[in-house]
């Protein structure tokens, strides 16, 4: 039986080790949480990421090793791939934690990207408005500074200065819709590619995916996976990866990178033919990548600070509930529901009836969204 070393036990290592039982792929993952997801599917050694103790144990027992989060130590990586594969590499990982190195890899293969600076490089904020973020560190939408059109260069600065971190300021895009591309690479440089699928956030937090995109041309189809093709191939990565878009008048733009399994892939556990879960144990060990083709129209809801009771949402039909074993708390995901249907009109029938369960369990702020999606659920008080 393979054994996969995963840094990190969150709900994606949770779901990578629910894939990998009937692959017959065990995983060990360490990660400093005493409450971490993973543990209803997997060992978990609980400890920091770069105890030497757990770090020798993986390098023993493990064929290969993984990442389910980015932000991890990249010398343990690098002492791990000195004694065991390590995939995605640590050279990956680097990139990926480091904003300013992520976007001068896009802009060095020819990727549009929205305009950025070192803050104290810049005479005067973006004229579209600028966001102030750290380098490293930060995710749904934390670690940033927004501001307006009218920022000085002074104000900019002053952002940067408030995150306490090296930072980058980054023109705001002005999108007509945010999208992201999931994909795998496997070591042969094979790659699957799933389609572009639409995202809605509220407060920098993924609220709701719709996959596919709906109403994307084939043209743009082509373009994003050609993009992700580029990314992939320059950093020679393996397993899944991310891409997060912006399309602005039928073109695309690059937000940010993912090396590993994302939230806005969740859909293909029940809406495609091999999930993004299964695909990166499959690259990461060796194995012939999956179809990644669409099964059925799928909507990806994430429960975001509390559950609801199970019951409501299991009576739906082609609704699927995932609960990550998470302690409510405002601001956390806890948990998704897919929603399948046989078409798109099926789908956001079904759709609809999953907002209302959510919307009786308690009040609940909502996001805006195209035609019949308007008013998805987005957070529940705890």
Known sequence: MTTVG????????????????????????????TDAPAAAAAEVLTTPFDDPGALAELARRCDVVTIEVEHVPVEALGWLAERVPVRPSPE?????????????????????????????????????????????GGFDGRGQVRLDPSATAEAVRAAAGQLAAPSVAEGVVAF??????????????????????????????????????????????????????????????????????????????????????????????????????EQHLR??????????????????????????????????PGAHLHSYGKAARPNRKVGHVTVVGVDEAERDLRLTALRQVLADRAPATTVG??????????????
């Open 283 to 316: 690259a990461v060990c060796g194995l012939p990548l999956g179809d990644p083709s669409v099964r059925s129209p799928s909507a990806m809801v994430n429960l975001i600070g509390s559950e609801p009771a199970p019951g409501g949402v299991l009576a739906l």
């Open 369 to 382: 969204g195209p035609d019949a999606l308007d008013d998805v659920i987005t957070e529940v008080p705890t």
């Open 176 to 277: 007509d819709r945010e999208l992201s591309v999931v994909a795998a690479r496997g070591l042969d440089g094979a790659m699957a590619v799933y389609p572009l699928v639409e995202n809605h956030h509220a407060e920098g937090i993924l609220r709701q995916t719709l996959a596919p995109a709906p109403g994307t041309p084939a043209a743009l189809e082509q373009a994003a996976a050609d993009l992700i093709r580029l990314v992939a191939d320059e950093l020679g990565h393996v397993g899944v990866l991310c891409l997060e878009l912006f399309q602005v008048d039928g073109a695309l733009f690059a937000n940010e990178l993912a090396p590993r399994v994302h939230n806005s892939g969740h859909w293909t556990i029940e809406g495609a033919s091999t999930s993004q879960f």
């Open 92 to 136: 990956v990982v680097a990139v990926a934690q480091d904003r300013w190195a992520e976007k001068q890899l896009r802009s060095r293969v020819g990727i549009a990207t929205a305009p950025f600076a070192a803050p104290d490089e810049l005479e005067v904020g973006f004229s579209t408005g600028t966001i102030v973020k750290r380098r490293s």
């Open 6 to 33: 995963i840094l990190g036990g969150g709900q994606l290592g949770r779901m990578l080790a629910l894939a990998g039982v009937p692959l017959g792929i065990r995983c060990l993952a360490v990660d400093p949480a």
